[in-house]
């Protein structure tokens, strides 16, 4: 049996039958995805399926189908095209991400932006929009609804990300907005969609998107300690990305919020992070004054309050196979990360 994208996050079913459903609605998926990213000129195929051809965790649509469990018709239609529209949107934000951060690398490929230029990542990203917008239609207008204010807040995280602390602003609690508008957000309608089009309650639907809300975080903030913790390839990127692209991240943030410019260790790794890590050495000596830096663990303490968090939410949901897999979705979280 081959590999799926489920397993690529290291997420392990205990259930059989369980696992057979979500394996067969993410072939589906993977099926729908290639099928909306065709278009008549070539050249726009070709763009439109450049990310997705470097692979992904599909965590979103993992999401939705695992969620629609808690309804009766787990397997209907509109499960799989709701999975759909929360893939080609995140996808659809890779592209103009990778414009906005001038990325070079996605997933060990070349990104757009790298491979055409500026412009076509750009168009490429809008035209997936419009893909999702177009699939999405088909759900009914509470979720053309529901997928647009999804969208603002994307956008909205975005631009706060792009115009950073204003002055008097705490820095952690502006990044930690952004991660919850720019994350949170989409993959907390990805369990909204999924418990909803499989017919949930509305109280389930609530709890299974505050679920992911909050599991949706947790995930962004273990990928902030992965990029100081991981060796070479664990992560999917070389550690210490973030740090040598100068983006703010969870254990930084949290270490400047602290520092004793008067400890010899908080100065040092202070004059580090203030300069250029694009310098091998310098970048090697940050990661390690971080891995054994107290603000490393507060940040992987975090980490765990979200999962536990997120783990709490699950008590108001069904006991079954279902409900187990969130929960293993809860440690995965914070095994990734410590």
Not at 94 to 108: F, I, N, P, S, T
Not at 234 to 249: A, F, I, M, N, Y
Request: hydrophobic letters at 45%.
């Amino acid at each position: 049996m081959s590999t799926s994208p489920a397993e690529s996050l290291g997420f392990e079913f205990v259930d059989a039958a369980l696992e057979s459903r979500v394996r067969a609605g993410l072939e589906a998926v993977e099926r729908a995805l290639r099928d909306s990213s065709q278009s008549e000129a070539a050249f726009v195929t070709e763009a439109a399926q450049h990310v997705m051809a470097a692979g992904g965790k599909r965590f979103r649509p993992l999401l939705v189908l695992l969620a629609a469990e808690f309804g009766p018709s787990p397997s209907a239609t509109e499960v799989v095209d709701s999975a759909v529209v929360v893939e080609l949107t995140h996808v659809a934000t890779l592209y103009h991400d990778d414009v906005m951060d001038e990325a070079a690398l996605r997933r060990g490929a070349s990104t757009a932006n790298a491979r055409w230029d500026n412009s076509v990542a750009i168009l490429t990203g809008d035209w997936l929009f419009a893909r999702a917008s177009d699939l999405v239609a088909s759900l009914g207008p509470e979720a053309v609804r529901i997928q647009a204010r999804t969208f603002g807040r994307l956008v909205e995280g975005q631009i706060r990300e792009t115009l950073g602390v204003t002055e008097g602003q705490d820095p952690l609690a502006h990044y930690l907005s952004v991660v919850a508008d720019k994350t949170g957000s989409l993959i907390a309608t990805s369990a909204l969609f999924g418990a909803r089009f499989a017919g949930a309650s509305e109280e389930i639907q609530e709890t299974l998107r505050a679920f992911g809300e909050e599991i949706g975080a947790a995930f962004q903030l273990a990928d902030d300690i992965l990029d100081v913790t991981s060796e070479s390839g664990q992560s999917g990127k070389t550690p210490g990305t973030d740090l040598r692209e100068g983006v703010p991240t969870l254990p930084v943030l949290i270490f400047r919020a602290q520092a004793d410019s008067t400890d010899p260790v908080d100065a040092r790794l202070l004059e580090l992070l203030d300069s250029d890590l694009t310098d091998d050495a310098r970048l090697a000596e940050t990661l390690a004054v971080l891995r054994e830096h107290p603000s490393l663990r507060q940040a992987e303490d975090d980490v765990r309050r979200r999962a536990d968090e997120a783990r709490k939410l699950l008590e108001d949901l069904p006991v079954g196979s279902a409900r187990t897999a969130l929960e293993s979705l809860c440690d995965l979280v914070v095994t990734r990360s410590v």
